[in-house]
């Protein structure tokens, strides 16, 4: 299975957290239910705060760009360890320019902070799927840094 | 923000509130927090300063409550905090590598297009000669030559390369060596439409459809005194002419340079006589605007020639490149270019 098809197949149902966000308070709520998946996982304080840093990041751009849209969790598994996964999706305006728009800099010349290419760095799979007026895609997937 | 004190004040309201409430809305704020330190060019060391101080304010209000925990429990808020800082830190200091990179990368275009520009204008006798190029920092691949034939007889091209940086310059540079082959033949040198006709066919085959160039080529005979020009989409030449005292506008139809293949250009004949003045322009001149937004314009270029009718060649052009750089405040976003050539 590749790290990309994990996220088209049906998430692990346990642990599955889906959350409607379209305000900065289910930004919040994003947060809560992504830092407790973590932490149920095993991830330590310091990448409890990257996954609510990268979540913030996702639903910021549902909020600021689509209006609403959804965020969705589970616990994972790649290559031997658990993971933590998340998409976020929106039926928003979508990004004309990927390229661009993970592009150091692009967002923050409109003061957004780190945006897209800092959700990037904090992962370790990132896939992006979006096109203008189609809304966007994002699957990301953080690796737990011991074996099973 | 900036303001001294504000952010501490922040830090506290934040920490004090994650410390009774410990909720995931006060991390939040804690995050925000950490990305605008970057813009307010507050370093890390700063940072863990307001969280010392935020927790010495805690524990002087209340000394009984259970320490240990409050501290460890604060550490979550600075992790939140230095996560997020951490980010910004590190996009702003990629951006920051991509920008100087750019920079980089447009001053040595910029070298590479100046130094492309003739060293020295030739020595003819019955012509007075002068140019000058003002390179913009921006972009602008303005680009001009003249080269002397059979001892008493001129050609003079100027052009303007779209696009910016290193391929424009890469562009001039083809640009300069293909005229240079195509003026060993005095078939070509001394007939303008071939010239350019024949230039256009061997670039649109290589050209990037992004980019285009103008031309302007003139050929002179001043034993004769007449010229023949051809233009590929540049603005028409100013011919100052003594006997009328008036300038008029040298134009012919064409197309820039690098779209169209197999395009046959158009060749006009003009007559000089001694104290007339051709002058080549980039529209950095014409379309430099002043802080209204208006442009300096052809009409004000051509008035000004006429004024100063009897100034040197090189004067001339000086003299007209200031007046543009006075009429835009010295801001220009293109290429200046100016040369002219004085009828003895």
């Not at chain 2, 980039?282 to 000004?304: C, I, P, W, Y």
């Amino acid at each position: 299975m590749s790290d990309l098809e994990k996220f088209y197949l049906k998430p692990d149902k346990n642990t599955l957290k889906e959350i409607i966000v379209e305000n900065e308070w289910d930004i919040v709520v994003a947060r809560q239910e992504g830092r407790e998946l973590a932490r149920q996982i095993g991830f330590n304080e310091v990448d409890q705060a990257r996954i609510t840093t990268a979540l913030s990041e996702l639903a910021r751009n549902i909020v600021s760009y689509a209006g609403s849209g959804q965020i969705k969790m589970w616990k994972g598994e790649s290559q031997g360890r658990f993971s933590i996964c998340i998409i976020a999706e929106d039926n928003g305006p979508g990004i004309q320019d990927i390229k661009l728009a993970l592009q150091d800099g692009y967002s923050t010349s409109k003061g957004l902070g780190a945006g897209l290419p800092g959700v990037k760095r904090l992962v370790d799979t990132f896939f992006i799927k979006s096109k203008a007026g189609q809304g966007c895609f994002v699957a990301i997937e953080k690796i737990l840094r011991r074996n099973l | 923000m900036t303001e001294e004190g504000a952010l501490g004040s922040l830090y506290d309201v934040i920490l004090r509130d994650y410390l009774i409430e410990g909720s995931e809305a006060d991390l939040y704020s804690a995050l925000n927090l950490g990305k605008i330190c970057v813009e307010e060019e507050i370093g890390p060391d700063e940072i863990v300063g307001l969280h010392l101080s935020s927790i010495k304010k805690l524990v002087n209000e209340s000394p009984q409550e259970n320490l240990s925990k409050l501290l460890l429990k604060s550490l979550n808020l600075l992790v939140e905090v230095m996560v997020a800082y951490g980010l910004s830190y590190r996009e702003y200091h990629e951006a920051k590598i991509q920008h100087q990179q750019l920079e980089k990368e447009l001053q040595i275009a910029k070298k590479i297009q100046t130094s492309l520009l003739p060293r020295q204008l030739p020595q003819i006798a019955g012509m007075d000669l002068g140019a000058r190029m003002i390179p913009a920092k921006e972009v602008g691949g303005d680009y001009y030559n003249l080269l002397a034939f059979e001892e008493d007889k001129l050609g003079v091209w100027i052009g303007d390369v779209s696009g910016k940086s290193i391929p424009a310059a890469m562009l001039i540079s083809m640009l300069k060596y293909a005229l240079q082959a195509f003026t060993f033949k005095k078939e070509m040198y001394s007939e303008p439409e071939k010239l350019v006709t024949q230039l256009n066919n061997l670039i649109v085959k290589d050209i990037n459809p992004e980019y285009f160039i103008t031309l302007f080529y003139t050929y002179i005979d001043i034993k004769r005194g007449e010229f023949f020009f051809t233009a590929a989409g540049h603005d028409p030449v100013i011919h100052f002419r003594r006997d009328r005292m008036r300038c008029d506008e040298l134009r012919t139809d064409g197309v820039v340079l690098g779209v169209l293949e197999d395009y046959v250009y158009e060749q006009k004949k003009g007559i000089c006589a001694a104290g007339d003045i051709l002058v080549f322009y980039t529209d950095g001149v014409t379309e430099a605007r002043d802080t209204s937004g208006n442009q300096f314009g052809l009409s004000r270029l051509k008035a000004m020639v006429s004024k100063n009718a009897d100034l040197t060649a090189q004067d001339l052009v000086d003299r007209l490149i200031n007046h543009v750089l006075n009429h835009s405040q010295m801001k220009f976003f293109d290429d200046i270019t100016l040369v002219v050539v004085k009828m003895k």
